[in-house]
């Protein structure tokens, strides 16, 4: 669902709360399993195509400070297709990029790191997408979450496509130029349904507390933005040109709580 603009959080996020469950399947007493999830806060496309090559994890056990040494990342195995439609990561939809039994400590961040063979679909128009040499090394996120032995948590990594493509000014190029966030699963957020159909797509925006967070609904008009502190937002929400704009004030996030809207109905213009 979706984009937070600390980017201090495919590549914003951080988040207080974190969710947890006890697995008899699970990790030992010592270790926590982490689930590796890709999301998506899709733009007006009608498919947006990236290449995934690899995902690293750089874990703190100790309390020591693991500086930028490169030994301390650790790859998580990913068997998957490479080729990921992030569009189809949308209304609650992700897929599993890996799973890890970490020893228990904080996870300080992660690495997501894409190839070159990237690309999105509007019609049967296909535009290739640039990718900065920068980022072939990996697109860095700051998680700075403990994880606790015992425990399995979701940790989902947010792309926000309509923040990652960027036209390059005269020369026509498209960029991809990753906006991406991460948290950890069943910490608070907002979730709800917009109807008519006939109204998407239906661009949903949550801001307050020093936050932007954005996405599409999906299909079925639902749509979900997680990774939310505590407090008061204002959801925006933009549908095509033939429906009025709604903006629904003060809907509140409470700890370790996902706030349910009430179902909103667009009117036509």
Known sequence: M????Y???FFAMLLMAFGCEMNDNGPNANEARVNFRLVDAPANFDEVWVEVIALRVKADYDGSDMGEDESTWKEIPYNGSKMVNL???TGGNSILLGSEDLPEGRIDQIRLILGENNYLMKGEVRTELKTP???QSGLKIKVNQEIFGGVVYDLI???DVSKSIVVAGNSGNVILKPVLRAFLEESQGIQGQVNPSAAQPIEITVTGNGIEASTFTNGEGKFSILGLSPGPYTVSIVPNENFAAQSVPDVVVEQGKITTMS?????EN
């Open 2 to 5: 979706k984009q937070l603009k």
């Open 7 to 9: 980017l201090s959080g």
């Open 87 to 89: 569009l189809d990561l």
């Open 133 to 135: 040499s920068a980022q």
């Open 157 to 159: 990594i947010d792309f």
């Open 263 to 267: 179902t909103v109905t667009l009117v």
